[in-house]
């Protein structure tokens, strides 16, 4: 649901990894990826040709920060959903209010307006925002954790501690993770792809790995 990163270009320095020196322009090389890349509107653009499984893991770590963010921005929306409503609700059953003098010139609206709200009152808990409100905070939880352990290894992963076998069963395992878990709170279902939220998610996700991966850009 969430895109990943772009990559071109390649790389030509050497430097000493784990296992010696190796050279940043072959096909195998395990250059810091985080360094070498530029900021952009998709999450970063690699301009150091790395190996393809540290390229995957990175795509991947991004791709879990983005979904962190967009939960952020889906539960915003969601909680001012239903405090507007509360505040209409609260309006609606101040019986002073129903006494102003305009309303006794539109008493049928005014009967509708409180018969509409007793029907909302009922059903608000079944209404899609408040199933929202009750499950994002667990997954956010939970996929904010799944981000951390991910970015831990990553250090792993580019340095070139890993090998590309265990780099790949490392991400295997990430990914099934984040399979229970999306799958665990039903999140396919209860939260509908909102194109505004995840523009918002992925520039916040830019500026995330802008600050602390020292992306240029």
């Known amino acids: 649901m969430l895109p990943g990163c772009s990559w071109s270009g390649g790389c030509s320095e050497k430097r000493h990894d784990a296992r010696g020196p190796v050279s940043l322009g072959s096909a195998f090389c395990w250059c810091p990826l985080p360094m070498a890349y530029t900021g952009s509107s998709d999450g970063g653009t690699l301009v150091s040709q790395g190996n393809i499984y540290q390229e995957r893991y990175w795509r991947e770590l991004h791709q879990i920060k983005t979904h962190v963010i967009y939960l952020?921005?889906?539960?915003?929306?969601?909680?001012?959903?239903?405090?507007?409503?509360?505040?209409?609700?609260?309006?609606?059953?101040?019986?002073?209010?129903?006494?102003w003098a305009v309303w006794q010139q539109y008493q049928t609206l005014w009967a509708l307006i409180i018969a509409a709200s007793q029907v909302v009152t009922v059903l608000r808990r079944f209404l899609p925002y408040k199933?929202?409100?009750?499950m994002i905070p667990g997954l956010r939880r939970e996929l904010e954790e799944l981000f951390l352990f991910a970015e831990k290894r990553w250090y792993d992963v580019s340095e070139g501690i890993l090998t590309q076998q265990q780099i790949h069963k490392l991400q295997c395992d990430i990914r099934?993770?984040?399979?229970?878990?999306?799958?665990?709170?039903?999140?396919?279902?209860?939260?509908?792809?909102?194109?505004?939220?995840?523009?918002?998610?992925?520039?916040?996700?830019?500026r995330y790995f802008k600050d602390f991966y020292l992306m240029e850009g």
């Not at 199933?131 to 009750?134: G, V």
């Not at 792809?193 to 918002?200: G, T, W």
């Open 72 to 99: 952020d921005e889906y539960f915003l929306r969601s909680e001012a959903i239903d405090t507007k409503v509360d505040a209409v609700l609260a309006v609606v059953s101040s019986g002073s209010i129903g006494g």
């Open 131 to 134: 199933k929202r409100l009750q």
């Open 176 to 206: 099934e993770r984040k399979a229970r878990i999306q799958h665990q709170y039903r999140a396919s279902t209860l939260l509908p792809d909102q194109a505004d939220y995840l523009s918002k998610a992925k520039q916040r996700a830019v």
